[in-house]
């Protein structure tokens, strides 16, 4: 069993930065690809961002890459969402997922955080 807590969200101006993290609970955390999803209002969720178990691959959407990066530091069982350049667009709210990871929330995910809001003004 994994449990994963988001942290990092907030209200930040467009251009700005925020970093998010996932603390994830259980000794297994480091055999699991991890991702980060995300859900505006009024529109499904969406793939962000895949790191690998061991952080040696990673994987972005093309409307973050460049602008967003996803770390992990398996001592700390947590995973990280770095992410620059914040556009209006990029308001939602951000969840963890622990899985396979593919890039649609579909399948491949066996945990799932409760998220955090981001929210980027104009």
């Known amino acids: 069993q994994v449990q994963l807590v988001e942290s990092g969200g907030g209200l930040v101006q467009a251009g700005g930065s925020l970093r998010l993290s996932c603390a994830a609970s259980g000794r297994t955390f480091s055999s699991y690809a991890m991702g980060w999803f995300r859900q505006a209002p009024g529109k499904e969720r969406e793939f962000v961002a895949r790191i690998s178990w061991s952080g040696g691959s990673t994987y972005y959407a093309e409307s973050v890459k460049g602008r967003f990066t996803i770390s992990r530091d398996n001592a700390k069982n947590t995973v990280y969402l770095q992410m620059n350049s914040l556009k209006p667009e990029d308001t939602a709210v951000y969840y963890c997922?622990?899985?396979?990871?593919?890039?649609?929330?579909?399948?491949?995910?066996?945990?799932w955080g409760k998220g955090t809001l981001v929210t980027v003004s104009s």
């Open positions: 997922a622990a899985g396979t990871i593919a890039t649609t929330p579909r399948y491949g995910i066996d945990y």
